[in-house]
Each structure stands twice: as structure tokens, then as C-alpha cells.
Nanobody
Framework: QVQLVESGGGTVQAGGSLRLSCAAT????????MRWYRQAPGKQRELVAS???????NYGDFVKGRFIIRRDGDENTMFLQMNSLKPEDTAVYYC??????????????????WGQGTQVTVSS
């Protein structure tokens, strides 16, 4: 119904930057809140940032002004600009969205979808 494709992960030195992207495709009627989560080895998955359809943003306390989330509503795409990266930011980053979908010509929802994740590694 909805596929989420993340890109932009990689390895960067501490203090560097990365830009993650998440594209939502499929039988989408409307995308609501979009989120980035992350999960480090041995730790629970945690919310990094979220953005509502109206552009209201929320960030995890650990972000402390280093990351910026934005979305392109026309393209159902979300971005996470990560600056001043630290080794503790190393994790798999997941895209997550709430969406209504079209199934057999009917609109159904609101469902929650996850991407497969993209690895971010920050070396010291």
C-alpha cells in the first residue's frame, strides 16, 4: 500500500553533516505526520523528529538544534538535515508515516508505515 524509501545514510566524521531523505509512494490518499526514528545497537528505538501536515515540528531532546526536519507535501517526501553529528548519533534511522490509502477505490486509514532504515555512522 505504502512504500517508504530512505536514502542519504553513510559514514561521516564527528562534526560533519548528512541529509536523509524519505520518499513515500504507493496508493496514497493523504500523508499525515511524518517522523524519523533511530535505533542504536542495544538501545530502544527513539523519536528523532516529527513534522505535521501543517509543518509543526518536534524534536528529541538530544537534537538540541542540530537537526532540521522538513517535508515536501506535493511529493510526499521528508528530509532530515543533520549537522554537528556526534558518535552517539550512530544508529539506523527509520522513516515513519501516518497515511490514508486507496484500496479498491475506497479511502482507508489512518495506517502507520515504516521504512527499512538507513545506517548512519559517525566516527570520532
Amino acid at each position: 500500500q505504502v512504500q517508504l524509501v530512505e536514502s542519504g545514510g553513510g559514514t561521516v566524521q564527528a562534526g560533519g553533516s548528512l541529509r536523509l531523505s524519505c520518499a513515500a509512494t504507493g496508493s496514497i490518499f493523504k500523508v499525515y505526520t511524518m517522523r524519523w526514528y533511530r535505533q542504536a545497537p542495544g538501545k530502544q528505538r527513539e523519536l528523532v523528529a516529527s513534522i505535521s501536515p501543517g509543518g509543526v515540528r518536534n524534536y528529541g531532546d538530544f537534537v538540541k538544534g542540530r537537526f532540521i526536519i522538513r517535508r515536501d507535501g506535493d511529493e510526499n517526501t521528508m528530509f532530515l538535515q543533520m549537522n554537528s553529528l556526534k558518535p552517539e548519533d550512530t544508529a539506523v534511522y527509520y522513516c515513519n508515516v501516518d497515511a490514508d490509502v486507496v484500496i479498491n477505490y475506497d479511502v482507508e486509514g489512518e495506517y502507520n508505515y515504516w521504512g527499512q532504515g538507513t545506517q548512519v555512522t559517525v566516527s570520532s
